[in-house]
């Protein structure tokens, strides 16, 4: 999995492949695949295959329905910000952050 970290994009944390980035982290959490995670949301699945490859941008009424069906928080989607987030999601994704397994 890629590294959430700001490392190969701008400094920017809504930049569409971070955004990506912590779906993926979200979803491979809950041990979903694509199509399950998308169809849980009602997202296409084809433009959440592209929201999570980051080319194409999270909009943000998609953002809302994805933070109310799993209980996290838009802060945490476009910003990375883990402090709104159960504790057990928000020390699983920093595990994911570290670039370790789970």
Request: proline residues 4%.
């Amino acid at each position: 999995m890629k590294n959430i970290k700001n490392t190969h994009t701008s400094h920017n944390p809504f930049h569409p492949v971070l955004v990506g980035e912590r779906l993926a982290a979200l979803r491979n959490h809950y041990n979903l695949n694509k199509a399950d995670f998308a169809d849980s949301v009602g997202i296409d699945r084809s433009s959440y295959t592209k929201i999570e490859n980051g080319t194409k941008p999270l909009k943000a009424d998609m953002a809302y329905i994805i933070a109310e069906k799993w209980g996290i928080s838009m802060d945490f989607i476009y910003r990375g910000r883990l402090t709104e987030l159960p504790k057990n999601l928000a020390d699983a994704l920093t595990t994911i952050q570290r670039g370790e397994k789970l």
